[in-house]
């Protein structure tokens, strides 16, 4: 059974950095793509940023040039460094892999203080 967990998230205060971390499990396989998206109370979920597993990237608006994802496709692992964070930050931030179909991990929560 494949399985994605985060681990990274906490509490900083704004202007600071967090690095998440998505680790695949249970995959024979490469996921197509991996990327992370937010949800914050009362909110959509929504995309911050994903990754081919060529290294093609693509950011929201609202965290281009703060945050960067990057993957070890040998690890089926993807990462999201944040720097300068800022309350509008603070969401439940969700791994996803698309292959064939799509995975989720259960979220990891990133709260940012003024």
């Known amino acids: 059974q494949v399985q994605l967990v985060e681990s990274g998230g906490g509490l900083v205060q704004a202007g600071g950095s967090l690095r998440l971390a998505c680790v695949a499990s249970g995959s024979s396989f490469s996921f197509n793509v991996m990327g992370w998206y937010r949800q914050a109370p009362g909110k959509q979920r929504e995309l911050v940023a994903t990754c081919t597993r060529g290294g093609y990237t693509n950011y929201a608006d609202s965290v281009k040039g703060r945050f960067t994802i990057s993957r070890d496709n040998a690890k089926n692992t993807v990462y999201l460094q944040m720097n300068s964070l800022k309350p509008d930050d603070t969401a439940v931030y969700y791994c996803?892999?698309?292959?064939?179909?799509?995975?989720w991990g259960q979220g990891t929560q990133v709260t940012v203080s003024s």
């Open positions: 996803k892999g698309v292959y064939s179909t799509t995975y």
